[in-house]
């Protein structure tokens, strides 16, 4: 992980599995190549093995489901999503909750298989706390914002810049911004107020021409990075 960092995160719109998220992967890592930066798709389980084998990024999953190996009917656990060649996964985003020692167990186990975790937040108190438990990342996404197209970065920056205070506090660990980000300008407003990266989902997912907005993001991000 290196910023600006750029998270996809595909849900589960109608383009999120099948051909079609294969196409749309293979779209977004050619922008990613002739930009040389690194974007992290992550995908449905389901998506997970056909994603790594066709599309040159890094793959990582959805959630992961905090219980141990054993009876445990229908979960998706961390040491499956690394048998199938992801290299990590969000953890505790707010369409996927899980509690407090829940993720201290899931953080343990991602790090023991050596898979990256971006650990999702919904408020910026909770930044510090949770970086103590030594994720890749925090993705700090105000819940309300989701899906809406009224960006983070816009609506409740203070919300960013808190969260950027909060995770100085603690050596190595970056700190993404997501919600409603929608426009270059969005992403560009993110990154200057401090964050390393963002989270985006229905802006990409939802687009006509999903590869030119993922283009203007990362020229927006590099443009904010290298001023
Ligand atoms: O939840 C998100 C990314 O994890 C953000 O979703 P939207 O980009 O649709 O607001």
Excluded: W
């Excluded at 998220?21 to 093995?49: C, D, F, N, Q």
């Excluded at 190996?69 to 996964?89: N, Q, R, S, W």
């Excluded at 925090?138 to 205070?165: C, H, R």
Aim: neutral net charge; charged residues 25%.
């Amino acid at each position: 992980m290196k910023p600006p960092i750029i998270v996809i995160n595909f849900k589960a719109y109608e383009n999120s599995f099948g051909n079609k998220a294969i196409e749309l992967g293979k779209k977004i890592e050619k922008i990613s190549k002739e930009h040389s930066v690194e974007i992290i798709l992550s995908v449905p389980a389901t998506m997970i093995y056909r994603m790594v084998q066709e599309v040159d990024l890094p793959i990582y999953a959805e959630h992961v489901d905090p219980v141990p190996l054993g009876a445990y009917t229908g979960a998706i656990l961390p040491e499956m999503i690394k048998d199938v060649g992801a290299k990590g996964t969000l953890i505790n985003h707010s369409e996927r909750r899980l509690r407090a020692d829940e993720i201290d167990d899931v953080l343990k186990r991602t790090k023991k298989l050596g898979l990256s975790s971006i650990l999702c937040v919904d408020r910026y108190e909770l930044v510090y706390p949770f970086s103590l438990l030594r994720p890749d990342a925090i993705l700090i996404e105000p819940p309300e914002l989701i899906g809406t197209g009224i960006s983070v970065s816009k609506a409740k920056p203070e919300v960013i810049t808190k969260a950027v205070d909060e995770i100085r506090k603690s050596e190595g660990i970056y700190l993404i911004a997501g919600a409603g980000i929608t426009t270059s300008e969005d992403v560009y407003k993110a990154l200057k107020l401090g964050a390393h990266g963002i989270g985006v989902a229905s802006a990409v997912m939802k687009a006509k021409e999903p590869e030119k907005v993922v283009e203007d993001f990362i020229t927006s991000a590099l443009k904010a990075i290298s001023s």
